[in-house]
T-cell receptor, first 115, second 114 residues
Framework: DGGITQSPKYLFRKEGQNVTLSCEQNLNHDAMYWYRQDPGQGLRLIYYSQIVNDFQKGDIAEGYSVSREKKESFPLTVTSAQKNPTAFYLC??????????????FGPGTRLTVT | AQSVTQLDSQVPVFEEAPVELRCNYSSSVSVYLFWYVQYPNQGLQLLLKYLSGSTLVESINGFEAEFNKSQTSFHLRKPSVHISDTAEYFCAVSDKGGGNKLTFGTGTQLKVEL
């Protein structure tokens, strides 16, 4: 079955450590995204990539980094510079749809807790 | 830049009652509109979308939403809810021709009670 895989589902880290969240898709989608979800704030875009070897900052990129070396993979690194990293992180992918609309498909998410 | 407002953070409703979840957007260009649903500790699932054509769109599980351009709204409705509809619902907007970025509202928690 096609879909988006995020691992692990729960992740615990000590403050000051970098941590990398995995996102893999086998939908053959060109575009991939990372969102952060906090209670009462909806989803906020961290980074997105429309093609391999290219990515753009979203609304809250500070303290995060990404790479897009393969079409299927878009890992997110939460660095020690991110001041409030504890959150639920969601990865998504999309392809051009009807009339050019891009429907985004989401992975199950990774809940990161930093203490 | 566009924005989405979901004024109701929580909506409690009894089973088999009707419900409306409100969504208003702001954009200087034409838009695509989406409703996503999120069950606890899961990712988001696309519920329905408005791209063009008929302003009333429906999902397979009985939800519907109507695009109202003059009121810049895309409210989600269901005539009779079920316990299994308990979830968080997000409205999202994307500019036509603006590529593939979605802007999400802050979500509405629908709680269906017996």
């Amino acid at each position: 079955d096609g879909g988006i895989t995020q691992s692990p589902k729960y992740l615990f880290r000590k403050e000051g450590q970098n941590v990398t969240l995995s996102c893999e898709q086998n939908l053959n989608h060109d575009a991939m995204y990372w969102y952060r979800q906090d209670p009462g704030q909806g989803l906020r875009l961290i980074y997105y990539s429309q093609i391999v070897n290219d990515f753009q900052k979203g609304d809250i990129a500070e303290g995060y980094s990404v790479s897009r070396e393969k079409k299927e993979s878009f890992p997110l690194t939460v660095t020690s510079a991110q001041k409030n990293p504890t959150a639920f992180y969601l990865c998504a992918s999309s392809r051009p749809g009807l009339a050019g609309a891009y429907e985004q498909y989401f992975g199950p998410g990774t809940r990161l807790t930093v203490t | 830049a566009q924005s989405v407002t979901q004024l109701d953070s929580q909506v409690p409703v009894f089973e088999e009652a009707p419900v409306e979840l409100r969504c208003n957007y702001s954009s200087s260009v034409s838009v695509y509109l989406f409703w996503y649903v999120q069950y606890p500790n899961q990712g988001l699932q696309l519920l329905l979308k408005y791209l063009s054509g008929s302003t009333l769109v429906e999902s397979i599980n009985g939800f519907e939403a109507e695009f109202n351009k003059s009121q810049t709204s895309f409210h989600l409705r269901k005539p009779s809810v079920h316990i299994s509809d308990t979830a968080e619902y997000f409205c999202a907007v994307s500019d036509k021709g603006g590529g593939n970025k979605l802007t999400f509202g802050t979500g509405t928690q629908l709680k269906v009670e017996l």
